[in-house]
Every structure is written in C-alpha cells, then in structure tokens.
C-alpha cells in the first residue's frame, strides 16, 4: 500500500513516557466507586473526564487522543505488564527495552529489530532516537543509531555558531577521517564510524529545510520530538524506526497538576503529529507506540502516587483496529498485587504484534519466546 | 628534560591517572620516571573537598542515594583527586566486579563500595575479593541474600569464579555450588525488610536506608566442601583463599589489569609481560600494587609501541579533557551535567549495563557515542578562557617571534598531549592552520587576535581519531 512517497515501508514511533504513568488518571474508571476510594485527593470528578465506555474515561487533558479514538484509529491496551513486577525505574525499564523479565539483557528489542531490517547496517538512519544518549532498547553492538538532541544543529560541533566556521571544521573533520583504510583496524573503525557519523548528521540537517506543513506544534518538549520525527519521516531518508522520550512521570507528590499537563503536552502533540501524517499522506505506514515502565500504586499518599505495576499502551496508526485490548485489571482488594494492579496481558504480546504484524520481522528471535499477537493490525 | 622523558611521563598518567597538564608533567620528569610510579601506587592524600563543603556548594552531588547525585559526587573526585590511580583503580574495579544501580535503587551503598575500593584496591586480591564478598550492595545484586543453608542461590558464587576471579573453564558446575554453599548467611542485616525496600524502590516515607553485612551463623552450611581439588569445611574466607592461589587466577588478574592500563590488545610481547605480573602476583602474597608495578616499570610499556594502544573510556575522556582544561577546580555547580555526558557517551558510572561490566575497547565507539565524544572534548579543549588552555596559549605566546602555521599546528600537537597524528589529520590541521597565515606571537596575549585561532587547531586536534586513544 505504497502512498506519500514512503514507499509503502511500515515505520514505528516509540514514545516512552518515562517515571511510571499513573494508568488509573490516564484511562479512569470513572464508575468504579473503588477508584474514588483508593484515591481520596489525587482523583478526577466522574464529569470532568472524557468517557470512552460506561466503565472507563480518558484523562480530560486527552482531548486530541480522545479525537482519534472516535475515530477508530487507536487501541487502548489494558493491564499491560509482565510476570512479578519490578518497582524500579531503571530495572522495570531495562525489562521493557530488552524483553528480557528474568535474566539481565544485553540487547534491546529495536535494535535487533533494525538489524534484521537492515542487517549490513546500509543505512546509517535505520533508526533514529530523538534525544540525548541512545535507550538501551536501541542498543545492539554494530547496529548504528543516530541520537538527535536537536535536528536543527545535529552533529558535530554544534556550539559553533559561526556557520562559515563550522563548515569549515567539518570539512576537516571528513578530510582526519578519511584516506586511505587498511592501515591499523583500530583506525579503520574509528575511520569508518566518524565518516558514518558525518554522513548521517549530514542527511539529517537536509530534513528540517525540506520540511513543509500546515500543522502548528506547541511548543514543548514532546511536541517538538514529533515535529522533529515528522519531518526526519518526511525528507524519506530510510528510518524505519523513531524514538522518543517524554519524562517527568514519576509524580510522587503534585500529581495533579504535573499529570496533566504531561498528558495536555503529549495528547496535543500526538494529535498533531497524526494530522501531520494525513497532511502527507503517511497515516497507513506510521504506527504509534506510547508505554510506560510501570503504572503507580492504587491508593494516593495524598498528594501523588508511589509506583505500582500493571499500566496500559496504546497503538495508533491508519491500519490499526481501533478499540480496547486486554482487561482493565479489577481494583477489589483480592485482585489486586500488593495494592497494584494486577496485570494481565505480557508487554511481549504487544511487541509481537508490532513486529509480526506489523514490521514483518519475525517476533520470536527478537523477543526471545513466542509470543500470541493482539489482532489489533488490519490484514 | 627531554621531549622523550615528556612523552613518556604524559603516557604514564594518562594509563595510571586521567593525563596531566605540561606544568604538572615537567615536575614528574624532575621526579624521575620510577619515583612518579612509588608515589601513584602509594596513594597518600587525595585532597578532595571534604564531604561538609561539598554539601554545601555542590547540591547537586548532595542527593547521594540517587544515581544522579552519586554519579556527579564520583566524577567530581575524579576531576580533582591528586591521587589519580587510586580512582582509576576504583574506575577499574566498578567495571570489573560491576553493580548497578538498577537493582538496588539506593546509590548510596555503591559509593560506599567505590569507597572500598579506595581503601583496598592496591592491597591483596584475595582481600579485595573478601571486602567484595561482604560488600551490601554486592550481596543484593547477586541475590546472595537468597543463598541459604540447604538452599542455595548460586548467583555470586558463579559470578566469583567466572566474572570477578578464574573465568570460565578453570572449575566445574559442582565448584560453583560448593563455593555457594561457604557463603550462605552471608547477608545483611533485616535483609527481609531491606529486600522488600529494594523492590519497591519508593521514597516514600523512608526508602534507602543504607544496609550493612551481617553474617547469620545459623543459616551458614559448615558442612565438608570439595572445591578445585581441596576438602575441608571450607568457610567463605577459606573459599576466597583457594580461589586466590590458583594459576588461573593470577593470570585473569593480570590479563586484566594489562587491557585497562596497557593496551586493548594482548600481543605475544603483553603475553610476556603478563606473565611477568604473575610472578609478582604470587611473589607478593597476591597483592595489586606490586603487579601494577611490575607493568608500569616494564620495558614494554615504557616502549612507544604500548602508547596510544586503548581506547580511552567516557569517564576517562571526559575526566581528563577537564584536568587539561583546569576547569571544576574550583566549587561550580554543574558536575552532574559532567556526568551525564558519559551517559551520553555509554557510561552511565553506578550503572553498568550488567554484571559484565561495559564492553570496552572499539565497543566504546559508535556513530552516537562518537559525536558525543568529539562535541564534549572540542568544546571543552577550545575555550581560551578556560584556565588550562590559556597556559596552552601562553606556552606558546613566551617563545615570541611569528610562526608558521606548520609550526603552530605542531606546538599545539606538542602542548595538547604530546600527541602523534598519522599524516590525514597533520595535513588537514595544516591546512586549517594555514588559513590564517603566519601568526605573531604578540597577538596571542589575552585578547588578543589570534587567540581563538589557537583554540581552534585545539579544537581540531581534540576531534581527531588519535585523540580517542589513551
């Protein structure tokens, strides 16, 4: 299904939202007199929410997500989590990049993804984080990630202001780079990586100048992210697979302000991103990932929420099935895992169908296990 | 003093310390070569700010159970110690026996491990690895808190012979369960309660609080143990000291501290050298300090063709391009951002990606990490305002007269390490250099015009591919 110049290859935009998102103040069971009980302060009024079931709301910042929920295109994934739960930032994290729950892995699940998409590394974009040091989930020895703090001054020496000059200092950079290989493998590699590098900031900086649309992004972190996903998706420079990082979840205290604005940030900027991609044709090749490492505890401390387990992902795109996945986990007392929500459906299910479904690459290799997809791709 | 007593030195501290600046090398010639390898592998007094006044002009390092705060607190020693091979032996032992933070939320107790390495990374191995055995945040990162009499936990004893001592196929599975079972009740102190804060990982009301070893007699197994060929009712420490006097010990050490302090590569002259610090190993008790000394003192790695053969890791380039800068000496805030950009660059210090350690050597590099590297050095080396390339500037300002820009591009080369470069990076300095034309010594007082210029080739020079080598 080959449409706006994409060449009709599947893309992936991950956005993490790093902390832990409260899952019980983004997708709210707003009929559920537990939910007000357990959350005595850090709560939404059931007509303050935005219904998308008799039993469950989304947040009222959510407007734009919501937006696309009406219209088919997102599916909301319940109690997304794995097997005994880590309430630790880094090691929940590490779990969700590197599919691994029991052992520590070495590898993260994307970059096995780019290198069975591009398994001679021909293209040094293959995949891109937009941001600053690359996630582990990213990280496989011999597979080149760009990471892009900012697209407009991307690469080398970007604090030097004077463009005359820092074209020159590229210049030499390519010239200390270059010559004649095969005399030491060190300096070959170093050599070759500099070059790789060079050309890879080179392509990129071309993206922002080819770059036209008529949506307006706010202006913020996360939407500038997608503003920067969009236009690097646009100039067709091969990425397969975008990465990005909207931080600031772990609202332990002052959660209701901080909380909303998150989501006021990213629903916005989520929606027009998607607005970008039907500007440019794109809806039916890009599919969105947005998952946390973990959701927070049931019960509020009365001004946040400490970590928890159990949370929700979503998948939005063109092709996708639009609609609820997974079971929203129960908040009685007996269902619940040491004041958590119970999970119950595997990240991996949810990484299977991205990569079954939907990149085409086998799941099992990547994920180590096999894993049964959500039918939530159109086929 | 000659050029060659220079170089040799800069090498020296680049391998046992994090470089050092022209004024700081010149007063080691006059030490002597063997004189300067005494005083690194007898480290008297760091000199560090004191803890109190840390606290208060650094809040940044002050939040010291969070990675963030622990990780800025160790970079800043690092940057300001006077007795650098004691923190790039600590740099040396975190990769080595690594502990993350991931799995104990609570960054505190692995300073306090760093700190052990401090205080015993130069002594006997067999006494390192006893510290390590009783070490908290050792005993939770491998479990050996589930280790117990009539049911073991393998993990930290598996670990201990292949990771931290013998490597792989110097003993068999049923060593690892034995050497298991000597440590079982090694443990710490409400470990329950402290198992189920580590998992929680909540601030709230009274998380990481910092833990300490507690050996539980009655859940030790004193039952009879065969272990590499010995039996006996071997306790932990009898285990430890087993494990210390085998071949394969001795040789994984060395082979070991030869690829972080001598070269990536071992060749068939390493292969001499390591055999070398074996013998010191054995003929010392086991201790450190006298096989570092035996390589620091060899012919080979006094030779110029030890030179520039590792990889220099993030710490170790971000720590020094700051030492030759001279910058951070001084309380400024800011240290944690320093720490940061080695996470950019694939080192996250407290964090290692698991128990291996970080990959070194060409792994270090890829496209990412390349740029992050060259970005942070190039800014920091470029900056005629910064107090250590200034003394670069007026190194050359002294000699007076006009140089060519052959003649700059080779003094800045000279100031800088010294440091060779191979001929498509000298032409293209020389090239850049040229652009300017001549340059009159009297216009590189500060403010003066052709001070940037000078930063510039610095800049240039600290981008090159040579520069990635320590």
Not at chain 2, 336 to 349: D, E, I, R, S
């Amino acid at each position: 299904m080959a449409s706006g110049n994409g060449n009709g290859k599947k893309n992936l935009v991950v956005i993490q939202l790093t902390g832990g998102n409260d899952t019980l103040n983004t997708v709210i069971p707003y009929n559920d007199g537990l939910y007000y009980d357990n959350r005595r302060t850090v709560a939404y009024k059931p007509e303050s929410v935005l219904p998308i079931s008799d039993e469950l709301a989304f947040n009222p910042k959510m407007g734009s997500m919501k937006r696309l929920w009406d219209d088919g295109k997102m599916a909301l994934i319940n109690g997304i989590g794995y097997p005994s739960p880590n309430r630790s930032h880094f090691r929940s994290m590490d779990i969700w990049h590197t599919a691994e729950p029991d052992d520590i892995g070495k590898e993260g699940w994307l970059g096995r993804t780019a290198r069975v998409l591009d398994p001679n590394a021909e293209n040094v974009l293959t995949a891109v984080n937009f941001g600053r040091g690359l996630p582990r989930a990213l990280g496989v020895k011999g597979v080149p990630v760009a990471s892009v703090g900012n697209l407009e001054t991307y690469g080398l020496f970007p604090d030097l202001q004077d463009d005359m000059m820092r074209k020159i200092a590229l210049d030499a950079f390519a010239k200390m780079y270059g010559g004649a290989r095969g005399q030491d493998a060190v300096m070959d590699f170093l050599g070759q990586t500099g070059s790789d590098a060079l050309k890879g900031a080179d392509i990129l900086r071309t993206a922002p100048g080819l770059y036209s649309s008529n949506v307006e992004y706010a202006a913020n972190p996360i939407a500038d992210s997608l503003k920067s996903v969009a236009q690097v998706m646009f100039a067709n420079l091969g990425t397969r697979i975008y990465y990005t990082i909207h931080g600031g979840y772990d609202t332990h205290s002052g959660e209701m302000a901080t909380h909303a604005q998150l989501w006021d940030h990213l629903s916005g900027a989520v929606g027009d991103f998607w607005d970008d991609l039907v500007e440019h044709d794109r809806q039916d090749d890009t599919l969105i990932f947005i998952f946390s490492e973990f959701g927070r505890r049931i019960k509020d401390n009365g001004s946040g929420t400490d970590h928890g387990s159990g949370g929700s992902a979503f998948l939005v795109g063109g092709q996708v099935i639009g609609g609820m996945y997974g079971e929203y986990p129960s908040l009685e007392p007996e269902k619940q895992l040491e004041g958590d929500l119970q999970f119950n459906n595997d990240f991996r299910r949810t990484y299977a169908t991205i990569l079954d479904r939907w990149l085409h690459v086998g799941s099992e290799d990547i994920i180590n296990g096999s894993f049964e997809p959500h039918e939530i791709i159109a086929r | 003093m000659s050029d060659k007593d220079i170089a040799l030195m800069a090498h020296l501290m680049r391998r046992a310390g994090f470089g050092a600046t022209r004024d700081e090398l010149e007063a080691k010639v006059e030490q002597g070569y063997e004189a300067v390898v005494e005083e690194l592998l007898n480290p008297q007094n760091p000199n560090n700010l004191p803890d109190d006044i840390i606290r208060r002009y650094h809040v940044e390092q002050s939040e010291l159970r969070q990675l963030d705060g622990a990780a800025a607190y160790w970079m800043y020693r690092m940057i300001t110690t006077e007795c650098p091979l004691e923190e790039k032996l600590a740099l040396f032992w975190h990769g080595l026996f690594a502990t993350g933070y991931s799995k104990l939320n609570q960054a505190r107790v692995l300073l306090n491990q760093v700190d052990m390495f401090r205080r015993h990374g130069l002594g006997k191995f067999n006494n390192i690895l006893l510290e390590l055995s009783r070490d908290p945040a050792m005993i939770i990162w491998l479990d050996n808190q589930d280790n117990h009499n009539g049911a073991i936990n393998e993990n930290f004893g598996r670990e201990l012979l292949e990771l931290f001592s013998m490597g792989i196929g110097n003993y068999t599975e049923y060593d690892i369960k034995e050497c298991a079972r000597a440590f079982t009740g090694w443990t710490l102190g409400n470990v329950e309660y402290m198992n189920v804060r580590a998992l929680k990982d909540s601030i709230w009301p009274y998380s990481r609080i910092a833990w300490h070893f507690d050996f539980r007699e009655n859940d030790n197994d004193t039952g009879e143990k065969s272990f590499l060929g010995e039996t006996g009712n071997f306790t932990g420490e009898d285990i430890i000291d087993i494990i210390a006097k085998q071949d394969a010990t001795a040789r994984f050490v060395s082979t070991r501290l030869f690829q972080y302090f001598a070269a990536d590569e071992v060749d068939d002259e390493g292969e001499a050298v390591i055999k070398d610090m074996m013998d010191s190993y054995f003929e010392s008790g086991y201790e450190i300090k006298a096989v570092l000394g035996t390589l620091f003192n060899s012919e080979y790695f006094k030779s110029e063709s030890a030179r520039f053969a590792r990889i220099k890791g993030p710490a170790e380039t971000i720590v020094s391009a700051i030492r030759l800068a001279g910058t951070y000496r001084e309380p400024t805030l800011g240290v944690n951002t320093v720490a940061h950009h080695a996470m950019f660059m694939g080192q996250t210090l407290l964090s290692p990606p698991s128990v291996e350690g970080w990959h070194e050597g060409t792994e270090w590099i890829d496209s990412g990490a390349l740029v992050e590297r060259v970005n942070f050095v190039a800014k920091e080396l470029s900056d005629p305002t910064k107090p250590g390339i200034r003394k670069i500037i007026d190194r050359i300002a002294i000699q007076g007269g006009i140089l060519s820009p052959d003649d700059l591009v080779d003094q800045c080369l000279d100031l800088i390490g010294p440091i060779e470069v191979g001929d498509e990076a000298r032409d293209a300095l020389v090239e850049f250099a040229t652009m300017g034309g001549d340059v009159d010594t009297d216009s590189l007082e500060e403010g003066g015009d052709d001070v940037q210029r000078v930063g510039d080739i610095l800049r240039l020079i600290a981008s090159t591919r040579e520069f990635q080598l320590a």
